[in-house]
C-alpha cells in the first residue's frame, strides 16, 4: 500500500445537491413563488450545508485520533501511518510501528521490522473504525474529526 496525499473536499456538495433538488415544502412554495426557481434552490442549499455537514476529515486529523487512541500503548512517534483514500474524507490506514523512533531503539526493538498495529478506516459519517484482525471486521472507536 502507498501512501497517498491529496486535497480533501468535504462531501456535502452533492448531498446538498440532493437535497436541493427535492420539492420544497408547500408552505415555503407559496410564500417564495414570486421569486425565480433558481434562488429557493441556492437558499435550500445553503441551509442543508450548515445543518448536516461535519468538520472535514483529513490524513492529519485522522492521525491524531489515531494516536490518541492507541495513547495507552504508544507514543506518537512511536507509530507510522500509511493512508490510501477511496474518496473525499474516507481512508483506510495501516498502522504500523516505527521502530526507528529512539523511543522504540531504547526499548531494543527490531529495527528490521514493523509490526502492523491495527487497521483504521473513516466512513462516510465521520467514524473512526478500528480493526485488529487485518481488516475482516471493524469496530467504531470514535469520530474522525
Known sequence: MTSQSSTVQS????????????????????????????????TSSAKTKMTQTHPTVTQQSVASKISQTLSGQYAPQDLAFQFS???????????Q????????KAKGADPSTSPTVAWFKTNTNGQLLKSVDGGATYTVVGNAY
Request: positive net charge.
Open 11 to 42: 462531501s456535502s456538495d452533492s448531498a446538498s445537491s440532493v437535497a436541493s433538488s427535492q420539492p420544497a415544502n408547500s408552505s415555503a412554495r407559496s410564500v417564495k413563488s414570486p421569486v425565480t426557481s433558481q434562488q429557493p434552490t441556492k
Open 85 to 95: 483514500q477511496s474518496g473525499a474524507g474516507t481512508y483506510t490506514v495501516h498502522v
Open 97 to 104: 510501528e516505527n521502530h526507528q523512533s529512539p523511543n522504540m
